[in-house]
């Protein structure tokens, strides 16, 4: 199993398409073998899905995160657990005792129709915009 986490200074990032980095975790038996910090060299959403599927990732921990990215995850056959916020170590540590506390249903929300960035949440939600954890 290779779990992905959107990582940023030892914490869950919490917005999927602007995260820069990703720590990823081997597991075999249900025990982290390796870790290991990549970039996402800017790529954004759907390109992210695609970095994630390449790297071997089968498992996605995160914070906020829009249903394009989602949908993609999902045809790249990632298994997602969002709404996620805290320590990347230990909520890598919780899914695999089976206790990680994830909102099924994440998503961000926007309301608006100029809005430039569809599916982005900034730092502290899009203005208007917020994302639901």
Known sequence: MRIAVTYE?????????????????????????AENIIGSNGSGHGALAT?????GVNTLICGGIGGGAQ?????????????????ADQAVRALLDHVLDFNPNVKCNHHGENHEHHE????????????MH
């Open 9 to 33: 200074n030892g914490e869950i990032f919490q917005h999927f398409g602007h995260t820069e980095q990703f720590k990823i975790y081997d597991v075999e038996n249900g025990t982290i073998v």
């Open 51 to 55: 970095l994630l599927a390449e790297s």
């Open 71 to 87: 949908v993609a995850l999902a045809e790249a056959g990632i298994q997602l657990y969002g709404g996620v916020v805290g320590n």
């Open 120 to 131: 982005n949440c900034g730092s502290g939600g899009c203005g208007s915009h917020s994302c």
